[in-house]
Every structure is written in structure tokens, then in C-alpha cells.
């Protein structure tokens, strides 16, 4: 089998040829390693932080075949760097493994590198990870999303078949759509985050980048579980299965106004000209399939979302990063005159720009006196959020919506706007916030770049999601080859 035709398989298809004898797991890693390797340290598209040198996992016995697994740079991974985009945890090498990672290779998965993203998963371009940006492979003066944007530019340039992300307001959703791959956000609580360096936990999920809806299918059914070292953790009602379905009868899919309206003005609110059209397109291409289309649904508190979103993330951050002090790991302030010193510099000087403006912003809403004007007040507006979406879903299957209000923007266009940049989650954070899973799915192109479709469920519905997504991901037929590399 030629190196073209090994990196032309999906995850399962790969662990398939593995456990026929077609194919043997080290020949399958060492295709892969051998193209990582030329994409770290700034190098090609700066994907990964790490590369293994060699297979890992419980071997072709298992599941999983020894197919390779990109993760992400802030699941603790023993004895393998993990410093999630941070200078204030270069070189950090974890003790032990979290569940998610530890889930994959008991599975068969081989760790095949660490992937880049933004500081702390506080990002949706991965120009603010300490170790440089990631290049879109589509266009390499464009960026991937993020903050999985290593995960999401390796899986679209064939350097892996597959990636583990994290989701906190659309970090694996939004960098799917821009790379034109595959990626699925769970239900919140249906994958343990033991192990996962955290940015805001009550929003934080571990899932799956993949080419196509079967491959994050197959990685979700071997991350969801309850985990006794995750308080908030869930035991999954069902298990995952393979999709299958290929028609859409009698669903109906929503698509509310609030997350489906066009560009109004120079503000930049609203969604690109070229995203839309590519939208309505697949929304007839559903229609086609037997899918009824619902505009009349309506999530009154959604053009909030993210308004609550930038209170509640950054109070949780506050409160996780007070961690990095240079006491316990991480970077150490050089000759301090005292303890309140070390501190204060080993923060000023681990810590970049956007994650310090986060933790600003954070520790003045749960300060004295604001604490029930801006924090309180966003927690509500969650609550509403959330009884929008269960009051829609008791009218419509899925909510469906652009997953992107842009295509991939190029380096350095949104990076002196921060408000620019947190639009980019406009469509993705009101799922975070109710807990809900979603998927993003490629569905055509605007200006040569991919666009995103996402779909939305009720709590614990990703067997339906999934079998939808793939309904439609037949349909709509979109070749991701050409970013392959």
C-alpha cells in the first residue's frame, strides 16, 4: 500500500486493514510521524508541539489497531510535555494521564504527537499559543480556529487520521469549520475532563476531530463513560454506535433567526454573505433527504450568549490559573526579591496577553460589589439560554445553524479587536452554555474555503445527532483531499 493510499484512510478504515492483516500498524505510525515531524518547533504549518518517535497504546490486539491519535497540548499526558500553549508550563511533564487520553490508548490509539492551540484554550484563531501560530492548510496565510487549531490544521493536512480537542465556547466546533474536517462537541459531563489543564470547568469537554462522522463516532465511543475522579462526569445512557442512516425522513430541523441572520453593517454582526449561501445550500440538500425545515423556531436569549460567555469563562479562569504561581511546576521567576515577587513576575512573564486580559476580566466580575451585577446576572441569562433550547427542541429534532460567521480570516486581521475575535464564537457559545451537544460538518465552500454546518441536539442525543450528520455528510459529498498535503 503507497503513502498516498495509507493517509487516504479514515481512522476506521485504517483500524479495519490493521485487524485484517492488510496493513501493519507500524507501517501505518511511521507514515504519519514521518509527515508530523516536518510540521513542529515553526516548522510547515506548526501543528504540533511534540512528535513520538515511536507506537504506543495496547497494540493491534486492541479496538483501535495502534491508529495514530493527535491530543491536544492540555491533556496531561505522563512523561510527555504538556503545557497547553503556555510558557508558564514549557516543558512541564505530568505524572500521570487524563481519562480521555488513557481512554483512546487502552483502546489500541497511538500517541502520535501533542497539538498546538491557543493559550490555555483562551482563543479562536491559535495565534496566541506561546509557540507560534498554526497555519491554515487551505491557505497557509489564513488561520485554522481554535483553540484545537493543531489538532484541526493536522487532521486536515493528512498528519494525523484523527485528533482529540477540547470545547469550551466552540474550540473544536469553530476550527472543524475553518479546516473543513469533522468536529464534535459532547453533552456536557459525558467525557471526563480528569487530566485536562483547565481554562472554565463548568464548560470545558473533551471530543473528537476527525475527516468524516464515522471516525469521531468510533472516538467518542471509547471517551464517554462516568470517571469516579471527575465529579461532574456521566454515565452515558446508551452506547455509542456507528452511524448509519442515509435519509432524513421525519426529522425536522430548526433554524433560528437569532444565529442564522446576514451581515447588517461595518460592526461585522451577522453572518458572511458567502457562509450563508453555502448554509442554504445544505439546508436543501436536507430537504432533499426527506428533512423538513422549521424557521419559525425561535432562542429569544441566544444574541446574549455571548455577552454571558466573557463574564463566566474568564471568573472561572481566574479562579483555575491562580494555580500558576511558580511554586508547584511550571516557570519559576528568576532571583526574586520575596514571595509576593516570585508571583507576581513568574505570572507577568508565563502568562500572554490574552490569557492575562481574561483573568482581568474575570477577577473584577467576582469581585466585591459586582459579583451579582456581572457574574449573577450571567448565570441567569444561562438559565434562560438553556430553557430556550429545551423549549425548541420540544417543536424540532436539531437546531441547525452556520457554525462560523466567517470563513477563515487571515493571521493577524482580528488580533488588535478582541471583540472582532470573540464574534467568531457567536454561533457556538450558546450550545456551551446549555450543556448540549453539537457537530460541525464541512458543507461547501465560500472564496476557496471551507464552511461549516453545525447541528444541535437535546442532552445525551449524539447516537441521533451523529446519524443525521452522516445523512447529510453522504449528501453533501465535500472532498477534503485537497488540503492534504
Known amino acids: 500500500m503507497s503513502e498516498t493510499e495509507i493517509i487516504g484512510l479514515s481512522a476506521a478504515r485504517a483500524a479495519a486493514e490493521i485487524a485484517a492483516g492488510e496493513l501493519a500498524a507500524e507501517e501505518l505510525f511511521e507514515a504519519y510521524r514521518a509527515r508530523a515531524a516536518g510540521h513542529i518547533a515553526g516548522e510547515g504549518l506548526n501543528c504540533f508541539t511534540w512528535v513520538a518517535q515511536e507506537g504506543t497504546g495496547e497494540g493491534t490486539a486492541a479496538p483501535l489497531g495502534g491508529v495514530p491519535l493527535a491530543v491536544k497540548d492540555l491533556f496531561c499526558t505522563e512523561g510527555v510535555p504538556s503545557q497547553s500553549g503556555s510558557k508558564i508550563l514549557e516543558g512541564y511533564l505530568p505524572p500521570y494521564t487524563a481519562t480521555a ?44 480556529g481554535g483553540s484545537s487549531g493543531g489538532s484541526a490544521a493536522a487532521v486536515a493536512a493528512g498528519l494525523a487520521p484523527w485528533a482529540l480537542g477540547t470545547d469550551t465556547g466552540g474550540s473544536i466546533r469553530q476550527p472543524a469549520a475553518l479546516c473543513g474536517i469533522v468536529g464534535l462537541k459532547p453533552t456536557y459531563g459525558a467525557v471526563s475532563r480528569y487530566g485536562m489543564i483547565a481554562f472554565a470547568s463548568s464548560l470545558d469537554q473533551a471530543g473528537p476531530l476527525a475527516r468524516d462522522v464515522t471516525d469521531a463516532a468510533l472516538m467518542l465511543h471509547y471517551l464517554v463513560g462516568r470517571d469516579e475522579r471527575d465529579a461532574t462526569s456521566l454515565g452515558f445512557p446508551e452506547e455509542i454506535a456507528l452511524p448509519s442512516a442515509e435519509r432524513l425522513d421525519g426529522i425536522r430541523l430548526g433554524v433560528p433567526k437569532e444565529l442564522t441572520a446576514g451581515s447588517s453593517g461595518a460592526d461585522g454582526e451577522g453572518i458572511e454573505a458567502g457562509v450563508l449561501d453555502a448554509f442554504e445550500a445544505a439546508l436543501g440538500r436536507a430537504e432533499e433527504l426527506g428533512a423538513e425545515i422549521v424557521r419559525s423556531v425561535q432562542l429569544p436569549h441566544a444574541p446574549h450568549a455571548l455577552a454571558a460567555y466573557y463574564v463566566l469563562a474568564p471568573a472561572e479562569a481566574s479562579s483555575n490559573l491562580a494555580r500558576f504561581d511558580g511554586v508547584r511546576y511550571g516557570l519559576r521567576a528568576e532571583d526574586p526579591k520575596d514571595l509576593l515577587d516570585m508571583y507576581t513576575r513568574t505570572r507577568h512573564e508565563g502568562f500572554g ?49 452556520p457554525t462560523a460567521p466567517t470563513v477563515a480570516f487571515e493571521l493577524g486581521e482580528k488580533t488588535g479587536d478582541p471583540l472582532q475575535m470573540y464574534l467568531n464564537d457567536y454561533c457556538t457559545v450558546p450550545m456551551s452554555l446549555a450543556g448540549i451537544p453539537a457537530i460541525s460538518i464541512p458543507c461547501g465552500l465560500s472564496e476557496g474555503l471551507p464552511v461549516g454546518l453545525q447541528i444541535a441536539g437535546p442532552a445525551f442525543s449524539e447516537n441521533r445527532l451523529l446519524d443525521a450528520a452522516h445523512a447529510l455528510e453522504r449528501e453533501l459529498g465535500f472532498d477534503g483531499s485537497q488540503a492534504r498535503l
Open 353 to 401: 496577553a490574552e490569557v492575562k486580559r481574561r483573568i482581568m476580566l474575570g477577577t473584577y466580575a467576582l469581585s466585591s460589589g459586582y459579583y451579582d451585577a456581572y457574574y449573577g446576572r450571567a448565570q441567569r441569562v444561562r438559565t434562560k439560554i438553556a430553557e430556550d433550547f429545551r423549549a425548541a427542541f420540544a417543536e424540532v429534532d436539531f437546531i441547525v445553524t
Open 101 to 144: 487520553v488513557s481512554r483512546l490508548t487502552s483502546a489500541g490509539a497511538s500517541l502520535l504527537g501533542k497539538t498546538n492551540q491557543d493559550e490555555f484554550a483562551m482563543g479562536s484563531s491559535n495565534e496566541n499559543s506561546a509557540y507560534g501560530p498554526v497555519l491554515n492548510p487551505w491557505n497557509r496565510a489564513r488561520v485554522p
